[in-house]
């Protein structure tokens, strides 16, 4: 929780068994000024008003792989933060190598 926003990071499942990246937010406080929890944006979820919606387009794109929606770009509240957890941290350079090489694969003049 004390990692800085942008961090990019992975929750631990099970043993070596990691989830999608996610990117960490703003960390938030309670009265007392505590950490509780923090933001997230899952990159590897649609974009969509609600959870039925999300999972309404995931199905859309399983049946037919012309489908695509735009990855969810607003962050939520993490909601199950504990201590004892383990994340797979990105460090900057990793992130860095990733970004490189997710540039790659689109043609130049998209961006």
Known sequence: ???PAGTL???LHQEWVFGGLELKGDTFTDIAGENVDFWVRQ???PYADDCGEAMHRLDE???DSTISYPIESAYGRHGSYDDDRLYLV???TDTAALVADLLTVLPRERW
């Open 1 to 3: 929780m004390t990692l």
């Open 9 to 11: 990071f992975a929750k």
């Open 43 to 45: 990159i590897d979820w």
């Open 61 to 63: 794109m399983a049946k």
């Open 90 to 92: 990105y460090e900057p």
